[in-house]
């Protein structure tokens, strides 16, 4: 069986293409599913009550007793 040298060639340039393809794949599932197990960026408090943790904006400081106590948007209408 004799293969031409043009199929040879037009084999070789499609399997970097299909490679290069298939690496791209790769790294977008990669990055796309990471991105759901990130930590918040920046400083986090935990609820006094609960123990969820958010960030600064999504917290509720209650100053007891001199110190200040975290609580999340559910617990904090109850202090």
Not at 18 to 34: D, K, N, P
Request: proline letters at 4%; glycine letters at 10%; a positive charge.
């Amino acid at each position: 069986m004799h293969v031409s040298p043009d199929a040879i060639n037009h084999f070789f340039a499609s399997i970097v293409w299909i490679g290069l393809i298939a690496i791209l794949i790769v790294l977008y599932v990669a990055t796309r599913t990471a991105g759901a197990h990130k930590a918040p960026i920046g400083k986090t408090y935990s609820c006094a009550v609960c123990g969820r943790r958010g960030g600064h904006e999504h917290m509720v400081p209650v100053n007891q007793g001199g110190s200040v106590v975290w609580y999340c948007s559910k617990h904090a209408a109850s202090h």
